[in-house]
Structures are given as C-alpha cells and as structure tokens.
C-alpha cells in the first residue's frame, strides 16, 4: 500500500514538500511542523467532508484556503504551516495535501537516516520475533528502522517484507503461487 502511495505522489507535491521542508528546517521549525503536518493530514482523512472539500473541483480555491486556514489556526499549528495550506488551496494544490504531507514524511525520515519497513505476516509476531527483524534490517539498511506490521491470513505462513519500494515475499502464498506457475508452464 505504501509503495502505490509514493508512485501515486505527484511532482507538484514533491516540490511543495521539498518547499516546507526547507523552510521549515532553515526555521528551526522541522520537528514540530512534521509533528503538525502529519496529524493535520490525519485530522483531514479522517473527516470525509474535509477529504471531500480539498479533492473536489466544485469548491473555489479562495473557499478551500479559507477553510484549511482557519482549521489549522483553532487547532494552533505553527504559522508556517497555516501559510502553507494556504498557499497550497490559493494555488490549486489542496487536493495534493495528503501526497505533500507523506512525500515530507520520506523526506524527514531521509534527513533522520530512517528507514521505513512493513512487514506482512500470517499472524502476529511476538515482541521478540519484532525486535529480531528490526535488528535484522537495521544492520542490512544501515541505519534505523520504523517497522510497521500487519497481520493478513491469506499469506499462510512466512512473510512479505516492504522496504522503500523493494518488496521481499517469503510468504508460503507466495511459494505456491510460484510452485503453481513452474507446473503450468512444463
């Protein structure tokens, strides 16, 4: 999911991204707008109207700005940040704001020399098998790891592992998939 996610990102979004981030790192202000930033984008795909106002073209971009700023100020995000939205609405960009927030979010992971991981298993994994896999990936990325799991049953057994855009299937659905499509073709 994560990786449709950053092939869906638009250049536009990239750009304004890289813009904040800038701005916001010659401020001294990058902890705490990428703190803001990402629960405002939470605030906003958690509220279907609000999803609703910023993708729809049937809402003026003076109307748009106007609610993304006043949002933003009665829920006291950093000065930078309100201008920001604002900006983006005025210039036909609101609907870009979930793609701008995550490409900030690789781009302030990058500058933390962070990795985001996710790994898929068929069922939960203990503590000690989490902290394993970090461990694991860690060493082989160099650096630190966020590792997000999900739990999907379809896989059977073994695991799927997302790093950046790699994607490693060990999954037992995986094998079968494969095991099936060696004996069709012979």
């Given at each position: 999911?994560?990786?449709?996610?950053?092939a869906l990102t638009s250049e536009a979004a990239r750009?304004?991204?890289?813009?904040?981030?800038?701005?916001?790192?010659?401020?001294?202000?990058?902890?705490?707008?990428?703190?803001?930033?990402?629960?405002?984008?939470?605030?906003?795909?958690?509220?279907?109207?609000?999803?609703?106002?910023?993708?729809?073209?049937?809402?003026?971009?003076?109307?748009?700005a106007a609610t993304l700023t006043k949002l933003a100020?009665?829920?006291?995000?950093?000065?930078?940040?309100?201008?920001?939205?604002?900006?983006?609405?005025?210039?036909?960009?609101?609907?870009?704001?979930?793609?701008?927030?995550?490409?900030?979010?690789?781009?302030?992971?990058?500058?933390?020399?962070?990795?985001?991981?996710?790994?898929?298993?068929?069922?939960?994994?203990?503590?000690?098998?989490?902290?394993?896999?970090?461990?694991?990936?860690?060493?082989?990325?160099?650096?630190?790891?966020?590792?997000?799991?999900?739990?999907?049953?379809?896989?059977?057994?073994?695991?799927?592992?997302?790093?950046?855009?790699?994607?490693?299937?060990?999954?037992?659905?995986?094998?079968?998939?494969?095991?099936?499509?060696?004996?069709?073709?012979?």
């Amino acid at each position: 999911m994560e990786a449709l996610a950053q092939a869906l990102t638009s250049e536009a979004a990239r750009r304004y991204a890289s813009a904040l981030f800038d701005l916001a790192q010659s401020g001294g202000q990058l902890s705490a707008i990428h703190t803001a930033f990402a629960g405002f984008a939470e605030t906003v795909s958690k509220n279907d109207e609000l999803s609703r106002l910023i993708a729809s073209p049937l809402f003026k971009r003076e109307d748009k700005a106007a609610t993304l700023t006043k949002l933003a100020e009665t829920s006291g995000l950093p000065a930078l940040l309100v201008k920001f939205l604002g900006t983006m609405a005025i210039n036909g960009r609101a609907s870009d704001l979930p793609a701008t927030q995550r490409a900030f979010e690789r781009l302030y992971d990058k500058q933390r020399g962070v990795e985001r991981a996710i790994v898929r298993t068929a069922k939960d994994m203990t503590p000690a098998q989490r902290e394993r896999l970090e461990g694991i990936i860690a060493k082989s990325v160099g650096g630190e790891v966020e590792l997000t799991t999900e739990v999907d049953p379809d896989l059977i057994g073994g695991v799927q592992l997302r790093i950046g855009s790699k994607l490693v299937d060990a999954s037992l659905k995986a094998k079968l998939e494969r095991m099936n499509t060696a004996m069709k073709g012979a």
